[in-house]
């Protein structure tokens, strides 16, 4: 499956609905422009592929709302070249748009089935992507630490590894609470290793589950 002059124009009008929401980033709006959306959902969904709302993608998991997507990755503010940690793979379609953005990206996953899956699709689309399988709320610490951090599930609490894995000046978007919504969150790591948090609007995100959970929630 292809890209089309369909899709094309599908995602223009996508960016300037995204752009009346709020998002001002030049670099994101060009990279969710840029991005296939359409190839990160099943099949027969592919109507649906470029409506500003999440979507289901199996395993009970979701595709994050574009809005979100963008939201997200303007708090990340990202420069071309840093290496960016994400929790919660998903479909793939948020590492697409880091990548895009011209990040490093690395990013990890609970499902085996749908980190082979985004792995296989991010890699046909020549993306800046490695994945991983296993538990994010440990980070990797074999590749840390990271210029920026994206969480994008609900973080029930702040992780200390991932905050650990952080580089001084870096920044970490993290969307925190355990109810039915959370309110985003940028921290920032100083030069000096102290931390700093501003606070933005609620978000509802699945939740980002403890490995002990894994075997008896599939949501
Ligand atoms: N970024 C994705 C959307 C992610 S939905 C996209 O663009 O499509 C959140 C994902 O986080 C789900 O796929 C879920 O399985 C995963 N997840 C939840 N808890 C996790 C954990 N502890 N470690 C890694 N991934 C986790």
């Not at 009970?60 to 420069?79: M, N």
């Not at 790591?189 to 609620?202: D, P, R, V």
Request: glycine letters at 8%; aromatic letters at 10%.
């Amino acid at each position: 499956m292809d890209d089309s002059f369909k899709y094309q124009a599908l995602r223009k009008a996508l960016v300037a609905e995204i752009k009346k929401k709020g998002i001002k980033s030049i670099a994101v709006l060009q990279a969710i422009e840029k991005v296939p959306r359409h190839l990160f959902f099943n099949r027969s969904f592919l109507n649906s592929a470029y409506e500003d709302r999440a979507f289901k993608i199996g395993e009970g998991q979701t595709i994050s709302q574009p809005f979100t997507v963008a939201y997200q990755s303007e708090l990340l503010d990202v420069r071309k070249g840093d290496t960016v940690f994400e929790v919660g793979t998903g479909s793939g379609y948020q590492s697409a748009v880091l990548s895009a953005l011209g990040a490093k990206v690395l990013s990890i996953e609970r499902h085996k089935k749908l980190s082979d899956t985004a792995k296989d699709l991010l890699e046909s689309l020549g993306c800046n992507v490695k994945c991983f399988y296993g538990d994010g709320y440990k980070g990797l610490p074999m590749f840390a630490p990271f210029d920026r951090i994206i969480v994008t599930a609900a973080a029930p609490y702040i992780p200390e590894d991932l905050l650990n894995q952080l580089k001084p000046n870096g920044i970490l978007v993290i969307p925190e609470g355990s109810g039915t919504t959370q309110i985003m969150k940028r921290i920032r790591k100083t030069a000096e290793g102290k931390f700093t948090t501003e606070e933005f609007g609620n978000f509802a995100f699945v939740p980002m589950l403890k490995s002990t959970d894994w075997d008896t929630k599939n949501h």
